[in-house]
């Protein structure tokens, strides 16, 4: 079974520049998360999404952040302008339902300059 | 979710058992407890979870305390590959994961 599949693995942009990030869950999953993950620390859910739809953005810095799912399956989240602090991982996550076990990606790996 | 308590970092000799606690005193009735780990450069990989009874997979055991205020995740022969951060989390399984910041765990040979 193939797991949860992230592109790029690495990006290094400007601040201010925006910036894109895309995830490929697993096949079936109806549930996918994004979370951000800074140096030292566990990692943050910024969004959760249930098939298209959103169930939870309370984390989400929607002045600069933005996430889609469209159709259901893939997912991209977007930074317009990046922020020096947002050099994180993010890493994206995908789960059969809204509860029990998540798989994880390998991650993005953002640094802002 | 209930908050959990977890040693910022342990040492483990290689072939021995590794012994991870979590303190959840406030754990509610209907919560779970969840392990995962992280290892370097990767993202985070469900281990194991239960409710009352201790549980075990291929993976891991997991011994939950009768009172439910701690358990402990038990590696019983820790490899140089079990290296990584160990993350308790209590959920009641229809929530958001809150990760803190585990414990990282490292096996020497």
């Known amino acids: 079974e193939a797991g949860v599949a992230q592109s790029p693995r690495y990006k290094i942009i400007e601040k201010r520049q925006s910036v894109a990030f895309w995830c490929n869950p697993i096949?079936?999953?109806?549930?996918l998360y994004w979370y951000q993950q800074i140096l030292g620390q566990g990692p943050k859910l910024l969004i959760q999404f249930q098939n298209n739809g959103v169930v939870d953005d309370s984390q989400l810095p929607k002045d600069r952040f933005s996430a889609e799912r469209l159709k259901g399956v893939d997912s991209t989240l977007k930074i317009q302008p990046a922020k020096l602090e947002d050099s994180a991982v993010y890493l994206c996550?995908?789960?059969?339902?809204?509860?029990?076990?998540?798989?994880f990606g390998p991650g993005t790996r953002l640094t802002v300059t | 979710d209930a908050k959990t308590t977890q040693p910022p970092s342990m040492d483990c000799a290689e072939g021995r058992a590794a012994n991870l606690p979590c303190n959840h005193s406030t754990i509610s009735g209907n919560e779970y407890v969840y392990w995962y780990r992280q290892i370097h450069s990767q993202g985070p990989q469900y281990i194991i979870h239960?409710?009352?009874n201790n549980e075990t997979n291929e993976m891991a055991s997991l011994i939950i305390t009768e009172d439910r205020k701690s358990s402990t995740l038990i590696l019983p022969h820790a490899t140089l590959r079990d290296t990584a951060v160990y993350y308790c989390?209590?959920?009641?399984?229809?929530?958001?994961?809150?990760f803190g910041k585990g414990t990282m765990l490292l096996v020497s040979p």
């Open positions: 996550a995908s789960s059969l339902a809204t509860w029990g076990e998540q798989y």
């Open positions: 239960g409710l009352k």
């Open positions: 096949s079936g999953h109806a549930t």
């Open positions: 989390i209590v959920n009641s399984g229809y929530s958001t994961l809150t």
